[in-house]
């Protein structure tokens, strides 16, 4: 490593040795989870790494999990999508859950669920009582997105960019909760998630309204790094939650 002010960074040599200390603490980690499995005892820890919409489902699915394998820790990181991918990138989790999966990097990827994408207006908004809005009505509105990278936002800008729609943007921001607050408190029309309202059309001051093309088609995926070498626990974990959402 080297000191630059008062900072510590890590030189090449430095960076190629945590990449593999880390392969050898995983590998060692599967070995003693594998050793576990042939004595009939599931036990050890499991790595998640999620986009913060996905916290609004993926809790029950580790709950049920842990219930089944009660010895077993799992940690769980909620974060944006930029920061899941670091973490895929650098392969520092057993699996990753995410919309809109990098395509420049080579991945085991399942399909879990769909995950439409919807407007929503303050209730009190004359929009709210509308039965059909189409695009060109909300030229004149002011859009609250989420931050540029995001996975919702992604396939909202791929959209406007399709219909050639320049929403006004009056605020990007980090987070879901920040979004639905904005929208509710009339500062603008939100484009997000519809997990992120627990799957009701009303929640906290604000509710889905019927747009043209709305909601937009995106989904949940599940990857991994295609060279990982997944552990009993995590191909345990991967098989319940396809059970759980599939039913297979």
Known sequence: YEVIGKKIFLTETGKALAITARDITQS???????????????????????????????????GAFCKRYPLIDVSLEILNRDGVLARLRHNTD???????????????DEVLMPNPIVVIVASTDPLAKQTKVTLNDLK?????????????????DQYFRKKKFRPDIRLELGSNEAVKESVAGGLGIGVISHYALHGHQKEHGVRVIEVDDFPLKSSWHLVHLAAKNLSPIALAFKAHVMREIHGK
């Open 28 to 62: 060692l980690a599967s070995f003693e989870q594998l050793a576990h499995a042939t004595k009939g005892i599931a036990k050890g820890h499991l790595r998640i790494a999620v986009v913060s919409t996905a916290k609004y489902f993926m809790p029950r699915l580790i």
């Open 94 to 108: 057993d699996l990753y859950i995410m919309s809109m999966p990098p395509d420049d990097v080579v991945l085991i």
């Open 140 to 156: 004149s509105h002011r859009f609250i997105l989420r931050e540029p990278g995001s996975g919702t936002r992604m396939a909202a």
